[in-house]
């Protein structure tokens, strides 16, 4: 079945620092890719999106690029802030009978971003 | 404002007991889904519905039960909780069609703890 796998976390880094998430996939078809992310004691928000092959998605400073040959959406972002604390989830859709659409979620990435 | 709105926020109750958390959603979509996050899991799905009258099992269903009877709710209940229940809800909601604009919308999530 279709599937999301993320990076280990969690990651740790110094504000400034080049971030880079991995995230790959498995599924059939041509699926939507998401990234979420989750703040301490909130819910999840979308960050960005791409809905077909060779998309990149982008908000915030943050970018991820659809990759087909690779199976691959990696989450890259040139300086944290430490504002950027936060778990990250690595998603994709699955349109199902209808039009309709179901999210698959990678395990999730904690991310610490330290002054 | 639209809004999808979880109630309630935190809950502790006893193993054995019947619970039902509410999820509530004004962005007048069809699709809704209750997922549940455990460390090491990410999200895992639970039910969704795609309508009125719909309801779907998702791969942790059991021990899990959801009605819709209108657009806007679908409760999640737990028909005798046990302390593997124990987790984070989230529900979330979306258009109907492949590619909508935001993705899903997610509520702020319930923290269940069953004793």
């Not at chain 2, 926020?9 to 699709?31: D, M, Y």
């Amino acid at each position: 079945g279709d599937s999301v796998t993320q990076m280990e976390g969690p990651v740790t880094l110094s504000e400034e620092a080049f971030l880079t998430i991995n995230c790959t996939y498995t599924a059939t078809g041509y699926p939507s890719l998401f990234w979420y992310v989750q703040y301490p004691g909130e819910g999840l928000q979308l960050l960005l999106k791409a809905t077909k092959a060779d998309d990149k998605g982008s908000n915030k400073g943050f970018e991820a690029t659809y990759r087909k040959e690779t199976t691959s959406f990696h989450l890259e972002k040139g300086s944290v802030q430490v504002s950027d604390s936060a778990v990250y989830f690595c998603a994709l859709t699955k349109t199902v009978v209808q039009g309709a659409q179901k999210l698959v979620f990678g395990q999730g990435t904690r991310l610490t971003i330290n002054p | 404002d639209a809004e999808i709105t979880q109630s309630p926020r935190h809950k502790i109750t006893e193993t054995g007991r019947q619970v039902t958390l509410a999820c509530h959603q004004t962005w007048n979509h069809n699709n809704m889904f209750w997922y549940r996050q455990d460390l090491g899991h990410g999200l895992r799905l639970i039910h969704y519905s795609y309508g009125v009258q719909d309801t779907n099992k998702g791969e942790v269903s059991d021990g899990y039960s959801v009605s819709r009877s209108n657009t806007e709710d679908l409760p999640l209940t737990l028909e005798s909780a046990a302390s593997s229940q124990t987790s984070v809800y989230f529900c979330a909601s979306s258009e109907s069609i492949r590619e909508g604009p935001n993705g899903y919308t997610f509520g702020s999530g319930t923290r269940l703890t069953v004793v």
